[in-house]
């Protein structure tokens, strides 16, 4: 029996090799050579493109003879359309392996263009658990964003543009090759991309340690992703070069990726993806805004955990009774979100009539995810709907 008493068998999904550090991304042409890779896809977004970060993958992999050709139009919440171009592409110009850079809307592209490359159909066929059948090419991501730790799953998040829904697709055969982790590449975010990345990451720590798959080893990356945003997320948002809270976030973000994909997410998620989808929020400013709320909602289902993110946040003392710590996380989260000039949902230009409107379709798409029925509280249609109303 395991400490938390429901999972005594725990699956472990990671990449093979992760290089973390300053200077990691540097690793690229040399892990690329190890892979076998004569010609990659360089997959990013525009911004990283015209940052010139994509160029000097491509001067990294040419000094070690690998040859590429990038697909530079990876848009927020990816959509089922990238991953057809840039699977065009990658057919045309005789590539085989893929490098992405950027955020988690890149790294996950990548990853389903590279699974695409090997099986056929569309990536709508492979939505769910385990549904790939056959190995994708070797893929490398490199994420410059902290983060959605999306460098560490085996998960990839691609926008249904038929249906207007976010699928989520989880299968080991979409686990990186290899993740180049390398905190120096997010010295550049802007302050609301680091708060919302930010609140993302704390989100994968705290619902990984909540959830009903969690599990001895998953609880491990998940506290260190809890104790290392409490450290840093609030200093790399003020201070935007001090290395230490940007490599403290790094870590964090990809803890949280390994803590939540082998383990789940839950409620927070389940809610945000259809508000994603529908009034194309960022992914963390979407989860921010419903933090709050939905840990109100959650806390009786599993105070002695709840109370425990409390402490190594560092905003309950370490002998605080489990309703106190409990009641500091709902107040901390909530100081968290107006600290990071973080709005509530009737900020973020969505009016109530347009959220009323939308209610019963996210409400019955958020359940449909899979993801709420792994919260400690369960909730209903009608709770669902509740949360949304209260985080506006
Ligand atoms: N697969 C997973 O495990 C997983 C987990 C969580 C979220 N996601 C998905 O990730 C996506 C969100 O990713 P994201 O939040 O990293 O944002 P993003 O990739 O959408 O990037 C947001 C913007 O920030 C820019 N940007 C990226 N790095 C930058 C830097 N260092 N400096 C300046 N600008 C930079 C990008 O160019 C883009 O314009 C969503 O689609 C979400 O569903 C996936
Ligand atoms: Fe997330």
């Known amino acids: 029996m395991t400490e938390w008493g429901m999972n005594p068998i725990a699956r472990i999904n990671i990449p093979a090799s992760i ?62 359309r990238n991953v057809a171009e840039g699977l065009d592409m990658l057919r045309r110009e005789g590539c085989d392996g893929v490098v992405a850079i950027g955020g988690g809307s890149s790294i996950d592209a990548g990853k389903a263009i590279a699974v695409m490359a090997a099986n056929p159909g569309r990536i709508s066929d492979y939505a769910g658990y385990d549904q790939i059948p056959h190995d994708g090419l070797p893929m490398i991501a490199i994420p410059t964003t902290a983060g959605t730790g999306s460098e560490m799953t085996k998960v990839t998040v691609i926008t249904d543009t038929e249906r207007h829904i976010k699928m989520m697709l989880l299968d080991p055969r979409l686990l990186p090759s290899a993740a180049l982790v390398d905190y120096t590449l997010s010295l550049s975010m802007p302050k609301p991309l680091t708060a919302h990345v930010g609140v993302d990451t704390l989100t994968h720590g705290i619902e990984a340690y909540v959830s009903c798959k969690a599990s001895a080893m998953t609880d491990g990356w998940a506290l260190s992703c809890i104790r290392l945003t409490g450290r840093h997320l609030k200093t790399a948002w003020t201070i935007p070069d001090d290395h230490t809270a940007r490599e403290g976030m790094m870590l964090a973000a990809s803890q949280g990726g390994m803590a939540f994909a082998n383990s789940s997410v839950c409620l927070v998620h389940g809610m945000s993806r259809p508000l994603g989808a529908v009034f194309h929020l960022p992914h963390g400013l979407s989860n921010a805004v419903l933090l709050p709320a939905v840990t109100r909602f959650s806390v009786s289902g599993a105070p002695d955990r709840y109370a425990q993110i409390a402490r190594t946040l560092g905003w309950a003392a370490a002998d605080s009774v489990d309703t106190d710590a409990c009641e500091r996380l709902i107040e901390g989260l909530e100081a968290l979100n107006l600290s990071l000039e973080i709005p509530r949902l009737s900020g973020c230009g969505i009016s109530m009539t347009a959220l009323e409107t939308a209610l019963d379709k996210m409400a019955a798409n958020a359940l449909a995810s899979g993801s709420p029925q792994n919260n400690p509280r369960v909730p209903s249609p009608e709770d669902i709907k509740q949360l949304y109303l209260e985080a506006y």
């Open 19 to 80: 290089f973390i550090g300053a200077g990691a991304a540097g690793k690229t042409g040399y892990q690329a050579r190890l892979l076998g890779l004569r010609r990659a896809l360089v997959v990013c977004d525009p911004h990283i493109a015209a940052s010139g970060r994509a160029g000097e993958i491509a001067r990294v992999l040419a000094a070690e003879g690998v040859e590429t050709t990038v697909y530079n139009a990876v848009t927020p919440d990816p959509t089922d």
